[in-house]
């Protein structure tokens, strides 16, 4: 069987994670950022470059209300929203060894701070303002109000965050440099 680059990718990987000690009872990757900012896609390839369990806040909200995001948001409003979102967060705040994929307000609650950092390490993509995507996303709706968001939004996700890394490349990059910091973060972690 030929080795495609991605799964030659993997291999690499997943003998890093041995000599790293990197394991399923090693912290959650947790990534937050800006609606828009890659967050699923550089999870759902860090979810396949790792082997580990992706985990998307907002589609565990949809599941429990039984509604899109765009849906809740009309006939419930945001601070409903928000309240699901942290009943969501508090449980997979639980779980190790997982990549959570949350939502980009996520940090507009300072009771998700503790949750996400119980056995989180988190990571936040940084995308210019005018390279979110906005398709689908309720609070999203023009360049003038992502840039409001985007500034009210900004010590928020300071403060969640361990570390950073910009997603202006490929979003096979993007991956690779945040699993590269969260080895880096984990070392350090086990040094302390």
Request: aromatic share 4%; proline share 5%.
């Amino acid at each position: 069987m030929t080795e495609t680059p991605e799964n030659e990718m993997i291999s690499k990987e997943k003998e890093k994670e041995k000599t790293t000690g990197i394991n399923e009872q090693s912290p959650n990757l947790v990534l937050i950022g800006m609606p828009g900012a890659g967050k699923s896609t550089i999870g759902g390839i860090l979810s396949r470059m790792t082997g580990r369990q992706a985990i998307e806040t907002d589609d565990l909200v949809e599941e429990r209300a039984g509604i899109s995001i765009p849906q809740f948001f009309s006939r419930y409003g945001e601070e409903a929203f928000r309240r699901l979102e942290s009943e969501i967060v508090s449980d997979v705040g639980r779980l190790s060894g997982k990549i959570l994929i949350t939502g980009g307000g996520v940090v507009t609650r300072p009771e998700n701070y503790a949750p996400l950092r119980r056995n989180g390490l988190l990571i936040e993509l940084l995308r210019p303002v005018e390279l979110l995507e906005t398709v689908g996303r309720p609070l999203s709706a023009g360049m003038d109000s992502l840039r409001i968001m985007e500034a009210k939004r900004r010590p928020m996700y300071d403060r969640f965050r361990h570390g950073s890394v910009s997603n202006t490349g490929t979003p096979e990059e993007a991956a690779k440099a945040v699993w590269t910091l969260f080895l880096s973060m984990c070392a350090k972690q086990r040094q302390q």
